[in-house]
C-alpha cells in the first residue's frame, strides 16, 4: 500500500462548477496535510495546508482533514480555466519526510 | 537567495555517465529534500538534510545515487554511471517554518534540474 494515494484522474469540470480532489494516508500518525498545485513544467506550490479535522477555507479552496478515515480532501468552489493543473497531495510522515501522492490531474472546461 | 536555485534546468547524459545537480536553498532555511518526479507521477522522496546531516536517504533508489550538504547549505545530487531509468526531474526543496504549526515544514521548490539519459 502506498504511503498517500489518490486518484491520477484526469479530473474534468466545467468552468463555474465544484473540482473535488480526494487523497488517502496510511500512516495514523501523520499529522500535517498539504495540497501544493503543479502547472505542466513547473514545480509544485503551495495552495493549502492542514493540521487539524475538520474545513479550512481560503478564498475559493476548501481542505477538509478525517483523521478517523485517513482521508484528506480540497474543494475548488467556482473552478476557472486556470486552475487546470494536477493537485498534489503530501502528507508530513513522522514530522520528516514529506510524501507525495501521484497527482490529480484536473482539467476545467470553458 | 530569494528562491531554491538549482542547476543545470537541463542535463543530458550519455548512460554511465555521472552527473551532479546543485541545489542553493533559501538562505537560512535548515532542512533541505531532494525529490525525484518522473513523468506524470508525483515527486517520489529521496533524501533529507538538516543542516548538514543526512537524516533520511530511505529515498535513494540505489547506491548510485549519493547526496551530500557539507557545509549546510548547498547541496549536490550526484548520479554515477546513469542508466535511462534515472530519467526525470530532480526537485530540490527547502522549508519554511509555518507559523500556524511549529512542527510542520512548508516547503518550497525549485524549478528543478530535468535530466535525461540517451
Known amino acids: 500500500q502506498k504511503e498517500v494515494e489518490q486518484n491520477s484522474g484526469p479530473l474534468s469540470v466545467p468552468e463555474g462548477a465544484i473540482a473535488s480532489l480526494n487523497c488517502t494516508y496510511s500512516?495514523?500518525?501523520?499529522?500535517?496535510f498539504f495540497w501544493y498545485r503543479q502547472y505542466s513544467g513547473k514545480s509544485p506550490e503551495l495552495i493549502m495546508s492542514?493540521?487539524?479535522?475538520g474545513d479550512k477555507e481560503d478564498g475559493r479552496f476548501t481542505a477538509q482533514l478525517n483523521k478517523a478515515s485517513q482521508y484528506v480532501s480540497l474543494l475548488i468552489r467556482d473552478s476557472q480555466p486556470s486552475d487546470s493543473a494536477t493537485y498534489l497531495c503530501a502528507v508530513h510522515i513522522r514530522e520528516r519526510k514529506l510524501i507525495f501522492g501521484q497527482g490529480t490531474e484536473l482539467s476545467v472546461k470553458p | 537567495g530569494a528562491g531554491v536555485s538549482q542547476s543545470p534546468r537541463y542535463k543530458v547524459a550519455k548512460r554511465g555517465q555521472d552527473v551532479a545537480l546543485r541545489c542553493d536553498p533559501i538562505s537560512g532555511h535548515v532542512s533541505l529534500f531532494w525529490y525525484q518526479q518522473a513523468l506524470g507521477q508525483g515527486p517520489e522522496f529521496l533524501t533529507y538534510f538538516q543542516n548538514e546531516a543526512q537524516l533520511d536517504k530511505s529515498g535513494l533508489p540505489s547506491d548510485r545515487f549519493f547526496a551530500e550538504r557539507p557545509e549546510g547549505s548547498v547541496s549536490t545530487l550526484k548520479i554515477q554511471r546513469t542508466q535511462q531509468e534515472d530519467s526525470a526531474v530532480y526537485l530540490c526543496a527547502s522549508n519554511r517554518r509555518d507559523r500556524a504549526y511549529s512542527g510542520a515544514n512548508v516547503l518550497t521548490f525549485g524549478a528543478g534540474s530535468r535530466l535525461t539519459v540517451l
Open positions: 492542514i493540521y487539524s479535522n
Open positions: 500512516d495514523r500518525g501523520s499529522q500535517s
